[in-house]
C-alpha cells in the first residue's frame, strides 16, 4: 500500500517500505530498472547526505562493477533527474537530485519518504507511552506498520539494498513488538493473539514475541496454551542454538505457572452519574429509541459524533446530519450515540420519524405540536411559525438533545431546529443535508469487512462463524457489508439451525437471487432501497437504470453520457443527483459507482420495468464511444501501425488521447470498463457483438491483460455462435481467440484457431490477415516448427507491404529472425534482426523497437544480448505491458548466466517469476523458473536450483514447447534423482 500522511501531501513523495515507487503529484513516476531504482534507494536512504560516486558503485555492484559502471551511474542520475523534475528546462541545473563535489545528492522534504515518516510515527508513539498515553501510542504504532507494503527494497539489487532491506525488516518487527505490547497494555489480549502467532512462526527465535504471545494467550483464558508457547520455545532454543530461554521469557513461564494476579489487568470501575432531580418537577421527556444491544464497529465515528454533540457551547446550535444509503445503519448508529451521550443533555431528548423517505412525510406543524405537548403545552398555536417560535423560546434555557431521524430535505427540519446554543440536534436522511448553515455532515459508509464480520458473528454466535470463517466473510461480502443487509443475513441463519454457514452463503452468490434471500419478514432490503428509488425524478430513475446496465468498479463521466444518449454536463447534473439521494457514489470528481446491492436492484428495475430497445441503444452507444477511443489510442502508442478496420465503423469520434502516456492511463484506466461493455453485448442482441469483438481484437494489439482470459473466451464463444454464416465476423473471432489462447499458453487451441480464421478470410488482402497469419507464425516457431513458421512469416510480410504496414514489416522480420536461428542460419537471423531493429528505431514506434531489440536479444542468446533486452524490458515498462516485461526479463536472466553473472540472473529471473505467477502466464513461468533454476545451481543452491528445473520441464512438457529439451538435460547432468513426471 502507499504510506498515508497528513494532508497536505508532499508534491513528489517516495516509497520504499515494499516496492520502490514514487508519485508526482497524486501520478505514480516510471523509475526505470532495478539498477536505477538502486541508485535513487541509496541516495533517498541517506536523507540529503552527499553520496560519493565510488560508494554509489560499490553499493549496486559491490567488489565486481561493470567496466563502464560510473558512465551507467551517470545515466541513471540522468534519468532520475528527468522522472522527479519533468519540467525542468534542458541544460537548466536540476534542483532536486543535485552534483556535490564527486557524488550526488537527493533534497527532497523529510516527510515525502515513507521511513521518514516511519520512524517519525514510532518516535511519537515512544513519548505518548512514556507520557501514559498508550492507547495513542498504540495507534501512533498502527499507523506506522501501515506504511510496509511488503518486503522493503522489493527487487532492488546491490549489497547496500540488501544490507538496507536486512535493517528495515528488522526495525518493521521491532515496532511490531512495540505494538503488540502496546495492544496488550489496553487490553486487545484477544485480538493480538493472530498478530503474534503469525510473528513467532515468522521468527521464531525471538524470545520478545514469544513472551508477549504467553501473556495475550493466558489473559484470554488459555493457560495451557501459554506454557505449551514455552515449552516449544525452550526446545526449539535447545535444539537450534543450545541455550536455554532468556529470563523475560522465563520469568513469564513462573509467573504464569504461579497464577500472578499482576498479569490480569484490573476492571475499570465505571460510577454511574447520579443527579437528584426535583420532587415535584415532571420527568424530562425520554423519547429515544432503545439502543440496540449488538451494536458493531464504527468506534471513530461513534467517538466523532459524541464529541461534537458534547461540545454543544457556543452561540449557535449544534446540528450533525448523517447521511447515507437504505440500509446503511444511520438510524441505528444515531440511537446509539444519543444514548451514549444522553446524560449530558439532563433537560431530556426528543425524538420522531420524520418519515423522509416514504410516500407521506410527517408535516413539520404536526411534530412541532407533538413536541410541544411533551414539554407541557396544553393549547398550541396554530400557524407552523407560531409554534417554532414557542418552541425555541421553550428550548432557549434548557438543554436538550432532538433526534430527527428519516429527514426528507432540510426544508422539513429547519423549523425543528432551537434558536440557541445549548441544546443539539442529531439528524439523519438518504441525502446530505446541506442547506442547513454550519452543520457538521457527515456521511455514513458500509462496515468494514471486520466490522461487518463482528455484527454477523453477534447474531449468529461466535462459535459458527469461527467453524466457517470463509464462508462467513463471503456471506457479510454478498451483504455489500451494509448492516441491514448484515442483520437479515445472519437473522436468517440464527432461525435455521440445520443451516450450515456455506449453506447460506452458497444462496447468496447467486446475483439474480440475492435481494430475494436478503429479507425477513417485514425487513428487506429490496423494500428499503425501493423507497430512495421512488424519491427519484424520472430522468434520475431513468439514469440510475441505464447505468447499471455495464458491470464496471465505476463509469465514467464520458461512459455515462454515452449511456444516457446525453451530453456530459447533463449526465454530470443527473449523476450527482443521483449522489446526493444516496443512490449512487463518487469518490472522484467525474467518476461514479454503485453500491453492489444498488447495482442489483437498478438492474432489476431494468428487467421489470426497462425498455429493452433503450437499454440496447444505450450500450451500443458506449460501445461505439469506446471502439473510437480505443482506435485513438492505438493511434496515439503506435502511430504508424495499421489496425484491422471495425465491421461496423463507430460514429462517435471517441475521446481525445493525444500522447501515447495519455492512451494508455486511460486503456489503464477504462479496462474493466470495457471489459463490462463486451460482456453485457455478448449477452445482448446480436448487433451489439461485432463493436464488441473489434475491440477485443484492438485490446490484443495493445497488449491485453492475459488475467482475464475466461471472460473474454466467453464472450468471443458466445459472438462466435451469434454470427451464423458470417464469414467476416468469424474471421475476426476466431483470430481474437487465437490471441487470447496465445497469451494464455494453449498453443495447440491458438493454432487450431487461427487456422479456422484464415479459413474465413480466403485469399484477401487485409491487415486482419496478416495479423492472423503473423500469429499462426509464432506459434508455429514457439512449437519448433520453424519451417512451417518461416512460410507463414514470409506471406504475413508479403500482405503487410500490400497494405502498406511498415511497422508490421518491422515486427515480422524480427520474427522471421527467430526461425532463420532456429533452422542454422545464425548469421543470417542477426543480421535479420538488427535490421528489424534499424527500422524499428528510424520509426520512433516505441513498442515496436520493444518487440524487436526483444527478438534481438533472443537471438544473440549471448552476454551480448544483455544490453538490447535491458533496453527492451524498460520499454515495457514504460509502456505498462507487464506480460512482456515478464518475457524480457527472463530472457534477460539466460544472457546474464551467459556472462556469468549469476546473482543478477537470479533477481531478474525470480522478477520475472512474479510476473508470470500474477498474470497466470505459464509459458512467462517455463521460462522464469529455467533461467532461475541454472542461476541457482551457479549459486551453489542445487536442491532449489533443481526444483526450478524440473518446475520449468513440468510446464514445457505440459505445453509442448521444444524448451523442454535443454532443460531435460540439465536436471540430468545433477546426478541426483530421476526426472519428475511432467505435471497433467
Known amino acids: 500500500m502507499e504510506f498515508r500522511e497528513t494532508p497536505p501531501a508532499p508534491a513528489l513523495r517516495f516509497q520504499v517500505l515494499g516496492p520502490v515507487q514514487a508519485w508526482l503529484d497524486g501520478k505514480p513516476l516510471a523509475l526505470g530498472s532495478p539498477q536505477q531504482q538502486a541508485v535513487l534507494t541509496t541516495l533517498l536512504l541517506h536523507a540529503g547526505r552527499p553520496v560519493t560516486t565510488q560508494d554509489l558503485v560499490d553499493g549496486l555492484w559491490g567488489d565486481r562493477p561493470p567496466a563502464q559502471a560510473i558512465a551507467a551511474l551517470r545515466t541513471y542520475v540522468s534519468r532520475l533527474?528527468?522522472?522527479i523534475e519533468p519540467k525542468r528546462e534542458v541544460r537548466a541545473p536540476a534542483e532536486l537530485l543535485v552534483s556535490v563535489a564527486d557524488g550526488y545528492a537527493l533534497h527532497i522534504p523529510r516527510d515525502a519518504l515513507d521511513v521518514t515518516v516511519f520512524e517519525k510515527l514510532a518516535a511519537e508513539a515512544a513519548t505518548a507511552r512514556a507520557a501514559g498515553e498508550v492507547q495513542d501510542a498504540h495507534e501512533l504504532l498502527l499507523q506506522a506498520l501501515g506504511l510496509f507494503s511488503g518486503r522493503p527494497l522489493t527487487g532492488v539489487p546491490g549489497p547496500y539494498a540488501e544490507a538496507q532491506r536486512l535493517r528495515l525488516a528488522e526495525r518493521q518487527i521491532a515496532v511490531a513488538e512495540e505494538r503488540c505490547t502496546a495492544a496488550l497494555d489496553i487490553g486487545l489480549h484477544a485480538e493480538v493473539v493472530g498478530e503474534l502467532n503469525s510473528l513467532t512462526a515468522e521468527h521464531p527465535l525471538r524470545e520478545r514475541l514469544r513472551e508477549l504471545l504467553m501473556l495475550a494467550l493466558y489473559r484470554c483464558g488459555r493457560q495451557a496454551e501459554a506454557l505449551g508457547v514455552y515449552t516449544d520455545t525452550r526446545k526449539l532454543l535447545i535444539d537450534e542454538l543450545g541455550v536455554e530461554p532468556g529470563t523475560g521469557l522465563s520469568t513469564m513461564h513462573s509467573r504464569i505457572l504461579a497464577a500472578d494476579p499482576a498479569l490480569t489487568p484490573a476492571a475499570a470501575a465505571a460510577a454511574a452519574p447520579v443527579r437528584e432531580d426535583s420532587p415535584v418537577a415532571p420527568p424530562p421527556p425520554a423519547q429515544l429509541p432503545a439502543d440496540v444491544s449488538d451494536f458493531s464497529g464504527r468506534e471513530e465515528l461513534v467517538s466523532e459524533l459524541s464529541s461534537a454533540l458534547m461540545n454543544a457551547t457556543g452561540q449557535a446550535v449544534v446540528v450533525t446530519s448523517l447521511a447515507g444509503i437504505g440500509g446503511v445503519g444511520k438510524t441505528t448508529l444515531a440511537v446509539h450515540v444519543a444514548h451514549r451521550v444522553r446524560a449530558e443533555f439532563p433537560d431530556g431528548q426528543l425524538y420522531v420519524d420524520l418519515r423522509g423517505a416514504g410516500a407521506s412525510p410527517a408535516d413539520p406543524a404536526?411534530?412541532?405540536?407533538?413536541?410541544?405537548?411533551?414539554?407541557?403545552?396544553?393549547?398550541?398555536?396554530?400557524?407552523?411559525e407560531q409554534r417554532a417560535a414557542l418552541y425555541r423560546s421553550l428550548l432557549a434555557s434548557r438543554r436538550m438533545l432532538i433526534l430527527l431521524d428519516n429527514a426528507q430535505d432540510a426544508e422539513q427540519i429547519r423549523p425543528l431546529i432551537p434558536g440557541v446554543s445549548g441544546c443539539a440536534v442529531l439528524a439523519t436522511s438518504r441525502g446530505r443535508l446541506a442547506g442547513i448553515p454550519g452543520a457538521h455532515l457527515v456521511d455514513v459508509e458500509e462496515l468494514t469487512p471486520q466490522e461487518a464480520l463482528a455484527l454477523f458473528s453477534a447474531i449468529v454466535g461466535e462459535q459458527r462463524v469461527a467453524a466457517e470463517p470463509e464462508a462467513s466473510m463471503a456471506v457479510v461480502a454478498a451483504c455489500g457489508f451494509l448492516p441491514l443487509a448484515v442483520r437479515i443475513a445472519a437473522a436468517r441463519l440464527a432461525s435455521r439451525p440445520r443451516w450450515s454457514v456455506s449453506d447460506l452463503a452458497r444462496?447468496?452468490?447467486?446475483?439474480?437471487?440475492?435481494?430475494?434471500?436478503?429479507?425477513?419478514?417485514?425487513?428487506?432490503?429490496?423494500?428499503?432501497?425501493?423507497?430512495?428509488?421512488?424519491?427519484?425524478?424520472?430522468?434520475?430513475?431513468?439514469?440510475?437504470?441505464?447505468?447499471?446496465?455495464?458491470?464496471?468498479?465505476?463509469?465514467?463521466?464520458?461512459?455515462?453520457?454515452?449511456?444516457?444518449?446525453?451530453?456530459?454536463?447533463?449526465?454530470?447534473?443527473?449523476?450527482?443527483?443521483l449522489v446526493e439521494a444516496n443512490m449512487l457514489e463518487c469518490f472522484t470528481p467525474g467518476r461514479y459507482r454503485y453500491h453492489d446491492l444498488l447495482r442489483l436492484y437498478a438492474q432489476r428495475q431494468n428487467e421489470r420495468t426497462g425498455d429493452a430497445e433503450e437499454q440496447r441503444l444505450a450500450t451500443l452507444r458506449l460501445l461505439d464511444l469506446l471502439l473510437a477511443t480505443v482506435y485513438n489510442a492505438a493511434r496515439a502508442i503506435e502511430p504508424d501501425d495499421q489496425f484491422p478496420d471495425p465491421l461496423n465503423p463507430p460514429a462517435s469520434t471517441g475521446l481525445a488521447l493525444a500522447t501515447s502516456e495519455a492512451a494508455r492511463d486511460w486503456l489503464r484506466a477504462e479496462n474493466a470498463l470495457i471489459l463490462g461493455a463486451v460482456e453485457a453485448a455478448t449477452d445482448g442482441p446480436r448487433e451489439l457483438r461485432y463493436p464488441a469483438v473489434d475491440l477485443l481484437i484492438l485490446l490484443n494489439s495493445l497488449g491485453a491483460d492475459p488475467t482475464h482470459g475466461p471472460r473474454v473466451r466467453r464472450a468471443l464463444e458466445i459472438a462466435g455462435q451469434s454470427a451464423g454464416d458470417d464469414c467476416e465476423a468469424l474471421a475476426r473471432v476466431h483470430f481474437a481467440i487465437g490471441a487470447l489462447q496465445g497469451l494464455t499458453s494453449d498453443f495447440q487451441g491458438a493454432e487450431h484457431s487461427l487456422r479456422r480464421s484464415l479459413e474465413f478470410q480466403a485469399t484477401a488482402d487485409t491487415v486482419l490477415r496478416s495479423a492472423a497469419t503473423n500469429m499462426l507464425g509464432i506459434i508455429l516457431s514457439i512449437g519448433n516448427r520453424p519451417a512451417e513458421?518461416?512460410?507463414?512469416?514470409?506471406?504475413?510480410?508479403?500482405?503487410?507491404r500490400v497494405v502498406g504496414a511498415p511497422i508490421g514489416e518491422a515486427r515480422l522480420i524480427s520474427n522471421i529472425a527467430r526461425v532463420q536461428q532456429r533452422l542454422g542460419m545464425t548469421e543470417t537471423a542477426v543480421q535479420s534482426a538488427t535490421d528489424a531493429v534499424a527500422a524499428a528505431r528510424t520509426s520512433k514506434n516505441g513498442p515496436c523497437l520493444a518487440d524487436t531489440l526483444y527478438q534481438l536479444g533472443v537471438v544473440l542468446s549471448s552476454g551480448?544480448?544483455?544490453?538490447?533486452?535491458?533496453e527492451a524490458h524498460e520499454l515495457y515498462q514504460s509502456q505498462q505491458n507487464p506480460l512482456w516485461q515478464g518475457y524480457t526479463l527472463a530472457r534477460l536472466s539466460s544472457s546474464l548466466l551467459s556472462a556469468g553473472q549469476h546473482a543478477e540472473a537470479a533477481e531478474s529471473a525470480e522478477e520475472s517469476l512474479a510476473i508470470g505467477q500474477e498474470l497466470d502466464s505459464a509459458y512467462c513461468q517455463g521460462l522464469a523458473n529455467a533461467a532461475l533454476g541454472e542461476a541457482l545451481l551457479g549459486l551453489a543452491q542445487p536442491a532449489r536450483g533443481l526444483a526450478c528445473l524440473q518446475e520449468a520441464h513440468a510446464i514445457f512438457t505440459r505445453l509442448g514447447v521444444p524448451e523442454a529439451s535443454p532443460v531435460a538435460d540439465l536436471i540430468s547432468q545433477q546426478h541426483t534423482e530421476p526426472l519428475s513426471p511432467p505435471a497433467p
Open 789 to 800: 513458421a518461416l512460410a507463414f512469416f514470409e506471406q504475413a510480410l508479403a500482405i503487410s
Open 366 to 384: 404536526v411534530v412541532l405540536g407533538d413536541f410541544l405537548h411533551v414539554l407541557g403545552v396544553t393549547e398550541n398555536p396554530d400557524s407552523l
Open 81 to 83: 533527474r528527468s522522472v
Open 507 to 577: 444462496r447468496l452468490a447467486d446475483q439474480r437471487r440475492r435481494l430475494d434471500e436478503l429479507q425477513l419478514g417485514n425487513l428487506a432490503v429490496e423494500t428499503t432501497i425501493g423507497l430512495g428509488y421512488g424519491q427519484l425524478s424520472p430522468a434520475e430513475a431513468r439514469a440510475f437504470r441505464l447505468l447499471s446496465l455495464i458491470d464496471s468498479p465505476d463509469i465514467p463521466l464520458a461512459a455515462a453520457a454515452a449511456l444516457l444518449g446525453v451530453d456530459e454536463l447533463t449526465a454530470e447534473d443527473l449523476a450527482e443527483a
Open 864 to 870: 551480448a544480448a544483455v544490453a538490447h533486452l535491458r
